[in-house]
């Protein structure tokens, strides 16, 4: 199987493929087109802030690429949220994969979210043998609100989208590479996708 993790330098890059590795796969990192297209699996992934982010994949052309992929995507993190419509982050434009606009969490609770959370209402077969209330871990300032595509949520002074889906593609706000367990049997699931 050959799994590509897209590099536009913006990068929780080493974790995830150590996870993938102790899964017993390789993950290649590229920004190359062509290379991209021939992968069975892709991860986006997103450390850091939204707008900066957004300025490296339109330098590289890479946001009117991805929208476009048909093989499985997962983006993590900020790779989910770039997928959505739009961020409050840097009033940034997104890849507009999700419909869906991402805000700031309100003054009211202490931001970023860090650490371990549960995640509820699970749909899709990312979550294949994955109890409800499963733990996972998440570090994150802004969050996706419920919507249509939600296939998780989690709770944070309300509830909001941990994971969503639309058709290929796959977004969760947490860190599956830093889930444990749960978060290593994600990752199984989202490469033993069809």
Same mark, same amino acid.
């Given at each position: 199987?050959?799994?590509?993790?897209?590099?536009?330098?913006?990068?929780?890059?080493?974790?995830?493929?150590?996870?993938?590795? &102790?899964?017993?796969?390789? *993950?290649?990192?590229?920004?190359?087109?062509?290379?991209?297209? @021939?992968?069975?699996?892709?991860?986006?992934?997103?450390?850091?802030? *939204?707008?900066?982010? +957004?300025? !490296?994949? &339109?330098?590289?052309g890479?946001?009117?690429? %991805?929208?476009?992929?048909? @093989?499985?995507?997962?983006?993590i993190?900020?790779?989910?949220? $770039? +997928?959505? &419509?739009?961020?409050?982050e840097?009033?940034? @434009?997104? $890849?507009?994969?999700?419909d869906?606009?991402?805000?700031?969490?309100? /003054?009211?609770?202490?931001?970023?979210? %860090?650490?371990?959370?549960?995640?509820?209402?699970?749909?899709?077969?990312?979550? !294949?043998?994955?109890?409800?209330?499963?733990?996972?871990?998440?570090?994150?300032?802004?969050?996706?609100?419920l919507?249509?595509e939600?296939?998780? +949520?989690?709770?944070?002074?309300?509830?909001?989208?941990?994971? $969503?889906?639309? /058709? /290929?593609?796959?977004?969760?706000?947490?860190?599956?590479?830093?889930?444990s367990?749960?978060?290593?049997?994600?990752? &199984?699931?989202? $490469?033993?996708?069809?």
């Open positions: 199987m050959k799994i590509i993790i897209i590099d536009y330098g913006a990068g929780n890059i080493q974790s995830i493929k150590f996870a993938i590795k &102790r899964l017993g796969y390789n *993950a290649v990192l590229s920004h190359d087109t062509e290379e991209i297209l @021939q992968a069975d699996k892709v991860i986006f992934p997103g450390v850091g802030e *939204a707008s900066s982010a +957004m300025k !490296k994949l &339109r330098a590289s890479l946001d009117g690429f %991805i929208p476009k992929l048909k @093989q499985p995507v997962l983006g993190c900020l790779g989910m949220q $770039l +997928m959505c &419509r739009h961020s409050e840097g009033n940034t @434009q997104g $890849l507009g994969i999700f869906l606009e991402v805000h700031k969490f309100p /003054n009211s609770v202490k931001v970023p979210q %860090i650490g371990w959370n549960q995640i509820m209402g699970l749909k899709s077969d990312l979550f !294949k043998g994955i109890p409800e209330s499963s733990y996972i871990y998440l570090v994150h300032s802004f969050y996706a609100p919507g249509k939600t296939i998780a +949520m989690s709770d944070y002074a309300f509830p909001y989208s941990a994971a $969503l889906q639309k /058709n /290929n593609f796959y977004g969760v706000q947490f860190h599956p590479e830093k889930s367990s749960i978060g290593e049997q994600i990752v &199984r699931n989202f $490469l033993n996708l069809s």
